[in-house]
């Protein structure tokens, strides 16, 4: 399988504790994407890299979270102090550059449960 | 931001019937406009899109219409089967990255 991958799929954690998700891209994407996704509603953008830089971070990212993707292949997503508010599913995605670059291919997400 | 809204939330079709789900959108920088479908417990999985320069796109029973004057634009799905039941979601991009999502159109057909 070529496609974004994502683990866990599923997540449960009590409420303050530390959590981290991995997303490994398509081969070659050097663009890689993370979405917040609550019930109901469509994905909301949180933070995209390109290679290992990380270019822009939404305002939903709040401190508690950190993305990293060090060697411009797999990124993490930490969730620190989980609080019942985190619980959604998290989507990553990845893009190829050039002008193909907007193309996003999505994973199948880590659903998250605070408890 | 760009914000991008969808309509209806839900809509129900006999099979074999036409679907029309529309957006729109309020930044006119936006210049790329995905379709994602959605299937429970997977992620949104792309099935059309159309670029700023183009009025529509056809890809066999699925069609995409731009109108930027207005700036809105459609998903037009003929001849539907079960297996189109999904949520489907609408999308546009400002520049090379950040999908900004409508609030997503549940879609079932009937047998």
């Known amino acids: 399988d070529t496609g974004v991958s994502q683990n866990p799929r599923h997540k449960i954690t009590k409420r303050g504790q530390n959590v981290t998700f991995r997303c490994d891209p398509i081969?070659?994407?050097?663009?890689l994407y993370w979405y917040r996704q609550t019930l109901g509603q469509g994905p909301e953008f949180l933070t995209y890299?390109?290679?290992?830089?990380?270019?822009?971070k939404s305002r939903l990212l709040s401190d508690r979270f950190s993305a990293e993707r060090p060697k411009g292949s797999f990124s993490t997503l930490e969730i620190q102090r989980t609080e019942q508010g985190d619980s959604a599913m998290y989507l990553c995605?990845?893009?190829?550059?050039?002008?193909?670059?907007?193309?996003?291919?999505f994973g199948a997400g880590t659903r998250l449960s605070v408890l | 931001g760009e914000n991008v809204e969808q309509h209806p939330s839900t809509l129900s079709v006999q099979e074999g019937d036409s679907a029309v789900i529309k957006c729109t959108y309020s930044?006119?920088?936006?210049?790329?406009f995905p379709w994602y479908k959605q299937e429970l417990g997977k992620g949104p999985q792309l099935i059309i899109d159309?670029?700023?320069?183009?009025g529509e796109k056809k890809d066999q029973r699925i069609a995409v219409t731009l109108n930027k004057t207005a700036k809105h634009f459609s998903l037009h799905i003929t001849e539907t089967q079960p297996e189109d039941s999904a949520v489907y979601f609408c999308?546009?991009?400002?520049?090379?990255?950040?999908?900004?999502f409508g609030a997503g159109t549940t879609v079932t057909v009937r047998a």
């Open positions: 995605a990845s893009s190829p550059g050039g002008g193909a670059g907007n193309i996003q291919y």
């Open positions: 890299f390109q290679n290992e830089a990380q270019l822009e």
């Open positions: 999308a546009g991009v400002r520049y090379d990255y950040k999908l900004s």
């Open positions: 081969s070659e994407h050097n663009r």
């Open positions: 930044d006119s920088a936006s210049n790329y």
């Open positions: 159309i670029r700023s320069n183009v």
